[in-house]
């Protein structure tokens, strides 16, 4: 397993909650990654995306300022801290890692991605 993604759960609306995402060094270092979520019967939809160093970050405008991704390099992890989560944020989160260093919401940007994590906000 190349990405390991955790943190997805069961919470109630206007709960928070925290995902993270282990990747191999080899994957990570230098690359950016990124959040997506694929909601039942929809499309695959960015969330959030950051730079290899973290200096750039993107959000999907229906998240901005709920969502904060970071990243820990020495770790290999990123994470994805959800906060006033809301029904409409219910999905399957994926998180992926880039193919250049940069913050990217292209999902063709990605090459590598993780099996998910369930996410069911409950109103």
């Known amino acids: 397993v190349q990405l390991q993604a955790s943190g997805g759960g069961l919470v109630q609306t206007g709960g928070s909650l925290r995902f993270s995402c282990v990747a191999s060094?080899?994957?990570?270092?230098?690359?950016?990654m990124g959040w997506f979520r694929q909601a039942p019967g929809k499309e695959r939809e960015f969330v959030s995306a950051i730079s290899w160093n973290g200096d750039s970050t993107v959000y999907a405008d229906s998240v901005k300022g709920r969502f904060t991704i970071s990243r820990d390099n020495a770790k290999n992890t990123v994470y994805l801290q959800m906060n006033s989560l809301e029904p409409e944020d219910t999905a399957i989160y994926y998180c992926a890692a880039g193919r250049g260093s940069a913050a990217s919401r292209g999902t063709e940007y990605y090459r590598y991605w993780g099996q998910g994590t369930l996410v069911t906000v409950s109103s």
């Open positions: 060094r080899r994957m990570f270092s230098n690359n950016g």
